[in-house]
């Protein structure tokens, strides 16, 4: 089992900037894809971008050149960097851990509220 710990929401203005972290614990081998989903109210919960174990990344088309995933290996977390943040963005932002063993296993973080203030 893999656990994941979500930490960095809060409220923000409008134009702001956020730092979300994710810190994944338990059994941690063969993690392949780690990422952000986000969920507004009444929507449907939608891929925010995404961090392999050996580097690259992707990411949404709408958050691309404001929003930047990364890994820091010392703390054994992921970040994802929010910046010139919009209102419709409110939301709960889940992290999420594939790992591949005997097939793909997908773990979620409890999220964290995201709320952006006109």
């Known amino acids: 089992q893999v656990q994941l710990v979500e930490s960095g929401g809060g409220l923000v203005q409008a134009g702001g900037s956020l730092r979300l972290s994710c810190a994944p614990s338990?059994?941690?081998?063969?993690?392949?894809?780690m990422g952000w989903y986000r969920q507004a109210a009444g929507k449907e919960r939608e891929l925010v971008a995404t961090?392999?174990?050996?580097?690259?990344?992707n990411s949404a088309d709408f958050v691309k050149g404001r929003f930047t995933i990364t890994t820091d290996n010392a703390k054994n977390k992921i970040n994802l960097q929010m910046n010139s943040l919009e209102p419709g963005e409110t939301g709960v932002y889940y992290c999420y851990a594939d790992q591949l063993c005997g097939g793909t296993h997908t773990f979620w973080g409890q999220g964290t509220r995201v709320t952006v203030s006109t």
């Open positions: 338990g059994s941690l081998h063969s993690l392949n894809v």
């Open positions: 961090i392999t174990s050996g580097g690259p990344t």
